[in-house]
């Protein structure tokens, strides 16, 4: 007893050593810094950190002057701290774009919007096929005793009544499918969307972005195999002429629709043909995840890699909310945006890790993980050297005391965060992660979203999730949402700054105890197929 006694004075005397070196350091962190930092990232003058946008590319101008000021090597395209990733814009054409029934013509615009950003012509029969959601694990197949193959499917736009998104597992195409894609899989030569009051209302908002702003894409995400059709929204006008004659009526399918219902499917009369074509003008833009190297000390270890990041980006410009159209995203992710900053410098003006650091500004985040899924694809060091990835993902918000709103009942508390994944792949990671913790700040780590079958998704929803996709262990650090989760209220003045500086210092301390640690995190756990499959 003596002698364990002895060795686990010894281990806390070490662990209390290296914690003191790590917050010696970590100390240069502050709230008036991430507070400087951030007051410029979210400024109007980004317009939103839209992806591409000109405000992001200042964003990363600002971050790369940061990196070049603070000595940190550039790993990007040419000597750059830019990762270029090319994207392709594809704006509706007018001009070129039209649809008929039986002879009769609709324009764009007035009678008709295309629900997808790419060029195509359907023409065929018709079959009304309700919402248009296969749920086998709700007994919901709208599609049995009907033929789609060759025919224009007509669907409800939304889930069906007692159906939310929360609700639907299962593998994809096989144990569900939302309407285009079942379409698409089993034949279809294109689909027609009956609006509902969301889209009837945002019409003229979306007509005008598909002609002048168009969407866009990641040229090397599309696969010549990909299977697609093309597909409008109808506008009342449209639907009459759909439904002309039919069993059911328009108005009696649009009305059953808005609360959830749906007339049971059927094909509509033989006789009846509708046909349409999306032209689409398609021209070539940039953006970049911005990226950055300290290198290790140690001769052998600094060929492997701890990586932090953030996305930079938010949503843009939006629908405007008691005067203000610009989303600036100071929370979502600012606050990410600016602890990986405040990282960077602290190891940048501290001493060296053994291992080297990979800090990554990923853009894209918020049109779907593009520039984490883009740098897996494209690694800038090689993938199996990066022993764990620390994501950072609105950590700038705390639960006020006092504070009834149902839309902040899961903000976390001045003291705790949310960790997600630390302990999913590898039993290591997460010792280090509560050891570092508790032997300098103490924060409540919070693990109520520590599950990938929790129903909010998060471990899906930020770029870590790219990474444990390769097999490398994650934590995710985050604060919750809130009521000004992507609105024009999500502004730098409601930032925590000395909560966050807390939680910045911790994830500091954490990648320097990683990065000088005398093994890797072992990957002891392998997340279900599922969750890794593309």
Same mark, same amino acid.
């Given at each position: 007893?003596?002698?364990?006694?002895?060795?686990?004075?010894?281990? %806390?005397?070490?662990?209390?050593?290296?914690?003191?070196?790590?917050?010696?350091?970590?100390?240069?962190?502050?709230?008036?810094?991430?507070?400087?930092?951030?007051?410029?990232?979210?400024?109007?003058?980004?317009?939103?950190?839209?992806?591409?946008?000109?405000?992001?590319?200042?964003?990363?101008?600002?971050?790369?002057? =940061?990196?070049?000021?603070?000595?940190?090597?550039?790993?990007?395209?040419?000597?750059?701290?830019?990762?270029?990733?090319?994207?392709?814009?594809?704006?509706?054409?007018?001009?070129?774009?039209?649809?008929?029934?039986?002879?009769?013509?609709?324009?764009?615009?007035?009678?008709?919007?295309?629900?997808?950003?790419?060029?195509?012509?359907?023409?065929?029969?018709?079959?009304?096929?309700?919402? /248009?959601?296969?749920?086998?694990?709700?007994?919901?197949?709208?599609?049995?005793?009907?033929?789609?193959?060759?025919? @224009?499917?007509?669907?409800?736009? %939304?889930?069906?009544?007692?159906?939310?998104?929360?609700?639907?597992?299962?593998?994809?195409?096989?144990?569900?499918?939302?309407?285009?894609?079942?379409?698409?899989?089993?034949?279809?030569? /294109?689909? @027609?969307?009956?609006? =509902?009051?969301?889209?009837?209302?945002?019409?003229?908002?979306?007509?005008?972005?598909?002609?002048?702003?168009?969407?866009? +894409?990641?040229?090397?995400?599309?696969?010549?195999?990909?299977?697609?059709?093309?597909?409008?929204?109808?506008?009342?006008?449209?639907? =009459?002429?759909?439904?002309?004659?039919?069993?059911?009526?328009?108005?009696?399918?649009?009305?059953?629709?808005? /609360?959830?219902?749906?007339?049971?499917?059927?094909?509509?009369?033989?006789?009846?043909?509708?046909?349409? +074509?999306?032209?689409?003008?398609? &021209?070539?833009?940039?953006?970049?995840?911005?990226?950055?190297?300290?290198?290790?000390?140690?001769?052998?270890?600094?060929?492997?890699?701890?990586?932090?990041?953030?996305?930079?980006?938010?949503?843009?410009?939006?629908?405007?909310?008691?005067?203000?159209?610009?989303?600036?995203?100071?929370?979502?992710?600012?606050?990410?945006?600016?602890?990986?900053?405040?990282?960077?410098?602290?190891?940048?003006?501290?001493?060296?890790?053994?291992?080297?650091?990979?800090?990554?500004?990923?853009?894209?985040?918020?049109?779907?993980?593009?520039?984490?899924?883009?740098?897996?694809?494209?690694?800038?060091?090689?993938?199996?050297? @990066?022993?764990?990835?620390?994501?950072?993902?609105?950590?700038?918000?705390?639960?006020?005391?006092?504070?009834?709103?149902?839309?902040?009942?899961?903000?976390? %508390?001045?003291?705790?965060?949310?960790? @997600?994944?630390?302990?999913?792949?590898?039993?290591?990671?997460?010792?280090?992660?509560?050891?570092?913790?508790?032997?300098?700040?103490?924060?409540?780590?919070?693990?109520?979203?520590?599950?990938?079958?929790?129903?909010?998704?998060?471990?899906?929803?930020? &770029?870590?999730?790219?990474?444990?996709?390769?097999?490398?262990?994650?934590?995710?650090?985050?604060?919750?949402?809130?009521?000004?989760?992507?609105?024009?209220?999500?502004?730098?003045?409601?930032?925590?700054?000395?909560?966050?500086?807390?939680?910045?210092?911790?994830?500091?301390?954490?990648?320097?105890?990683?990065?000088?640690?005398?093994?890797?995190?072992?990957?002891?756990?392998?997340?279900?197929?599922?969750?890794?499959?593309?």
């Amino acid at each position: 007893m003596k002698k364990a006694g002895f060795i686990l004075t010894l281990l %806390g005397i070490l662990v209390t050593a290296s914690a003191h070196g790590q917050g010696k350091n970590a100390n240069s962190i502050t709230a008036a810094q991430l507070r400087d930092y951030l007051t410029f990232i979210a400024a109007d003058e980004m317009e939103g950190r839209d992806t591409p946008s000109r405000g992001l590319n200042t964003a990363a101008k600002f971050l790369a002057t =940061n990196l070049s000021r603070w000595g940190l090597k550039p790993v990007g395209d040419e000597g750059t701290y830019f990762q270029k990733i090319t994207l392709q814009r594809r704006r509706t054409d007018p001009a070129q774009t039209r649809a008929e029934v039986n002879g009769r013509s609709f324009n764009f615009g007035v009678d008709f919007l295309n629900r997808e950003p790419a060029p195509g012509t359907a023409s065929g029969a018709l079959v009304y096929v309700g919402h /248009g959601w296969l749920i086998k694990a709700k007994d919901i197949n709208p599609y049995a005793g009907l033929d789609i193959k060759d025919k @224009i499917v007509v669907f409800l736009s %939304g889930l069906p009544k007692g159906i939310s998104f929360r609700e639907i597992r299962g593998r994809q195409g096989e144990d569900l499918a939302a309407p285009m894609t079942y379409a698409a899989k089993h034949g279809a030569k /294109g689909a @027609i969307a009956i609006p =509902n009051f969301q889209s009837l209302a945002t019409w003229e908002r979306n007509r005008r972005n598909a002609v002048a702003n168009g969407s866009v +894409v990641v040229e090397k995400f599309q696969q010549s195999n990909d299977v697609s059709i093309p597909a409008i929204t109808a506008s009342p006008r449209l639907l =009459n002429a759909l439904f002309e004659g039919e069993k059911e009526s328009a108005t009696a399918i649009f009305n059953r629709g808005l /609360g959830g219902e749906a007339v049971a499917p059927f094909e509509l009369r033989p006789d009846k043909k509708a046909s349409f +074509v999306i032209g689409i003008q398609s &021209d070539q833009v940039f953006t970049q995840n911005v990226v950055a190297v300290l290198e290790g000390s140690d001769a052998k270890l600094k060929n492997e890699y701890v990586a932090i990041g953030a996305h930079y980006d938010h949503v843009g410009i939006g629908t405007p909310a008691q005067g203000d159209s610009i989303y600036n995203g100071a929370d979502d992710d600012g606050s990410g945006t600016v602890a990986v900053m405040a990282i960077a410098e602290a190891f940048a003006r501290g001493p060296r890790p053994k291992r080297s650091i990979l800090f990554v500004w990923h853009c894209g985040e918020e049109k779907g993980l593009w520039g984490s899924r883009y740098l897996m694809e494209n690694p800038l060091v090689p993938l199996p050297q @990066i022993v764990a990835q620390l994501n950072i993902d609105m950590i700038g918000r705390s639960k006020k005391d006092g504070d009834a709103n149902s839309e902040n009942a899961e903000l976390t %508390g001045a003291n705790e965060v949310y960790v @997600i994944g630390s302990k999913m792949m590898s039993t290591d990671l997460g010792v280090v992660s509560e050891r570092v913790n508790k032997s300098y700040f103490n924060l409540t780590f919070n693990y109520k979203y520590d599950d990938p079958n929790d129903p909010n998704r998060f471990f899906f929803r930020s &770029d870590h999730f790219n990474y444990a996709q390769k097999g490398i262990p994650i934590i995710f650090y985050f604060s919750g949402v809130h009521e000004d989760y992507h609105q024009a209220s999500d502004s730098s003045d409601k930032i925590d700054y000395q909560r966050m500086e807390k939680i910045t210092r911790t994830i500091y301390a954490t990648a320097w105890e990683l990065a000088n640690a005398k093994s890797r995190p072992k990957v002891d756990k392998k997340l279900p197929a599922e969750l890794t499959a593309n």
